[in-house]
């Protein structure tokens, strides 16, 4: 089961960029890299996902190296509605049949005005 | 699109007690999960459903914890008895199939207080 580490925190203010790295050393050839956000008293949501390289959505950009043991989610000019705490994902099939998908205790961003 | 419903919102028991909780997954998702998130940390996943059968309950407490999720849609998650220690919040969450590149869709969960 692939194992990921973030920070526990980070703290930004309105209107800056906010890069938050996961590391995931033992990630498999056939695993994603997907990234949730979740508000308070709320259920977590889809950020973004990816393989290798970067993706970029209207949300967020994730990169990703090619030895892709780490990512990066880069949120643009920030606002203080990001602040959520954020789940870096790393998927394991298990017999092709089953997927643990693992949350860690994720980032707390907090955005400051 | 409607988003996974769950109910109720809150609840609060006395230790000992039982408890359910409802799901309902968004329309044409196959695979359903229900994870447990104690403040301050992450959800863990407690079961997975494929249609109506189990795929993954190995982090199910099965003393006290049971699911099911009857005809492949509605869910519900019981507990009996509760413990203090079963306080979290309990979240559902749907997804079209069970790769791991397709996204889930979580309710808002059900905060249950164990007093």
């Known amino acids: 089961l692939a194992k990921t580490t973030q920070p526990i925190s980070m703290d930004s203010y309105e209107g800056q960029e906010v890069n938050i790295t996961c590391s995931h050393n033992?990630?498999?050839?056939?695993?994603?890299i997907t990234w949730y956000q979740q508000f308070p008293s709320q259920g977590p949501r889809f950020i973004i996902q990816?393989?290798?390289t970067k993706v970029t959505n209207e949300v967020a950009s994730l990169f990703i190296p090619a030895d892709r043991k780490s990512s990066t989610l880069s949120l643009p000019r920030v606002s203080l509605s990001d602040t959520a705490v954020y789940y870096c994902?790393?998927?394991?099939?298990?017999?092709?049949?089953?997927?643990?998908?693992?949350f860690g205790s994720g980032t707390q961003l907090t955005v400051l005005p | 699109e409607a988003g996974v419903a769950q109910s109720p919102r809150y609840k609060i028991i006395e230790k000992r007690q039982s408890v359910a909780f409802w799901c309902n997954p968004i329309s044409g998702h196959a695979t359903l999960y229900w994870y447990q998130q104690i403040l301050g940390q992450g959800p863990k996943l407690l079961i997975q459903f494929q249609n109506n059968g189990v795929v993954d309950d190995s982090q199910l407490p099965k003393d006290r914890f049971s699911a099911e999720r009857l005809k492949g849609v509605d869910s519900t998650l019981k507990i009996q008895p509760a413990k203090l220690e079963d306080s979290a919040v309990y979240l559902c969450?749907?997804?079209?199939?069970?790769?791991?590149?397709?996204?889930?869709?979580f309710g808002s969960g059900t905060q249950l207080s164990v007093l």
């Open positions: 969450a749907s997804s079209l199939g069970q790769l791991f590149n397709e996204k889930l869709f």
């Open positions: 994902l790393v998927g394991d099939i298990d017999g092709g049949s089953a997927r643990q998908l693992t």
């Open positions: 990816g393989y290798k």
């Open positions: 033992n990630i498999a050839t056939n695993d994603y």
